[in-house]
């Protein structure tokens, strides 16, 4: 068996003291995200995570006189960053499939918002907490505190290369390419992808599908830099930029004929730039966008779309975490649940 990884062994190979890499490891305060970053990969590379076990349920949980089991919390991590919320049309729903999940397997959930960047641990009760279902963003230094809190959790949405985790997410990439596919089918030839590709790994996942097609088909794309480096917190501010955009590649003659849309929330931003300069969807533009929130079927006109099943997604994120908790030396799993494109009325065939 092999030695465990200390925290000077993973000093000495970063260059850094022994009190840095403990400070970084604990997902405290006091080094810098790249000092940081780089004890994580070291301590990755070293195996320093692979000889931390997280306990079984069996370990882990105490029982009461009665017999009955004293851990039947599971918190719901959902920082309230970029529109992560209960509100959301999309990130609501997941939470939906999460409670549906807990309450058919009678556990008990506290939803925890709150965008935390230290101490985790004393705004919970480690010794009441089952497991946790981290949803949407969730930044490095408080997913290493959850790690060393050896409380099992699972991210869906979300992944962190330097964590390994269970992680639940929509096939992206085919999707994307079914969307592309359709749009090429329908004679576009000019298109272009809107979405910060990183703005998220689900963005990123998107973008390598549309890409992957367009390459395989052998259709030439000239993709304009702000439109996959787009800014902004609301769709407000996205629709302001996108106006811009849109303004100038009207006046540059270079417009698509096809926007594929990281998201519905975007591509209604999109239709919304479109019609403020005489741009008709989908007669002269056709837009796609990925989600398939509420919003989707009530614009003018409706969108089309991904139908990501969002209370699947979390549904199946209650079950994973409960494999995980009574198997916890098992290989970690990345899932993915696979979409169909809705065809409504903001796409048709290419123009000229």
Known sequence: MSKKVTMQQIADHVGVSKFAVSKALAGK???????????????????????????????????????????????????????????????????????TGLEQHRLGMMIVT????????????????????????ISNQLLLEIRNLSIPFVMVDHEDPLIPSDALFMNNYECMRRVTNYLLGNGHRKLQFVGNTRYSRSFYDRWLGYRSLLEEQEVPSEQEPGLVALEGENRSEHTEALTEIVRD?????????????????????????LMKHGIRVPEDVSVTGFDNIDD?????????????????????AVETLLWRINHPDSPKERILLSG???FRQSTGLANG
């Open 296 to 316: 989707a079927a009530l614009s003018t006109p409706t969108l089309s779309t991904v139908n990501v099943n969002k209370e699947a997604l979390g549904q199946r």
């Open 114 to 137: 709150e965008h935390i960047t230290d101490n985790f641990i004393q705004l919970i009760n480690p010794d009441g907490v089952l497991g946790i279902v981290c949803v949407g963003h």
């Open 249 to 273: 590649m009207k006046a540059r003659e270079a417009l698509p004929t096809a926007f594929v849309c990281a998201n519905d929330s975007l591509a209604l931003c999109v239709v919304t730039a």
């Open 29 to 99: 305060s006091g080094v810098s995200a790249e000092t940081r970053e780089k004890i994580i990969s070291s301590a990755t590379q070293l195996g320093y995570f692979a000889g931390k076990r997280i306990k079984s349920s069996a370990s882990r949980a105490a029982t009461d006189s009665a017999g009955r089991t004293q851990r039947e919390t599971i918190i719901v991590l959902i920082p309230n960053i970029r529109e992560q919320n209960r509100h959301s049309f999309y990130w609501g729903r997941i939470i939906d499939g999460i409670t």
């Open 340 to 342: 169909d494109f809705v």
